[in-house]
C-alpha cells in the first residue's frame, strides 16, 4: 500500500464524499480506489490495462504456427 498526501479542491472533496457515501466506503482513500477502478473498467483501452500486457507476454511466449495460406487453413477458400 502506499500512502500519498494530496491535495483536492472543494469540489474534488465533494464528489469523494458523494462517492464514499454512494458506495458505503469508510474512507476517501477508497473512494478514490473506487474511482480509479470505474475509469479502468470504463474509460482506459483494453492494451493500457495491466492485465492486458500480461496476456500478450503470455501470448508472445507460445509456440507459433507457421502458416502458409491462412484461407486454406481456416477453410476460407
Same mark, same amino acid.
Given at each position: 500500500m502506499v500512502k500519498a498526501i494530496i491535495d483536492i479542491d !472543494?469540489?474534488? !472533496?465533494q464528489v469523494l !464524499? @458523494? $462517492? &464514499?457515501?454512494? +458506495?458505503g466506503l469508510n474512507d476517501k482513500s #477508497?473512494? @478514490? /480506489? &473506487? $474511482?480509479v477502478d470505474i475509469f479502468e473498467e470504463e474509460i482506459? /483501452?483494453?492494451e493500457l490495462k495491466p492485465e492486458y @500486457? #500480461? &496476456?500478450i =507476454? =503470455? @501470448?508472445r511466449k507460445e509456440k507459433s504456427i507457421k502458416? &502458409?495460406?491462412f484461407d486454406d487453413r +481456416?477453410?476460407? !477458400?
Open positions: !472543494n469540489h474534488t !472533496n !464524499n @458523494i $462517492v &464514499k457515501a454512494q +458506495y #477508497e473512494a @478514490i /480506489e &473506487k $474511482v482506459m /483501452e483494453p @500486457i #500480461e &496476456k =507476454k =503470455k @501470448i502458416v &502458409k495460406s +481456416y477453410g476460407l !477458400n
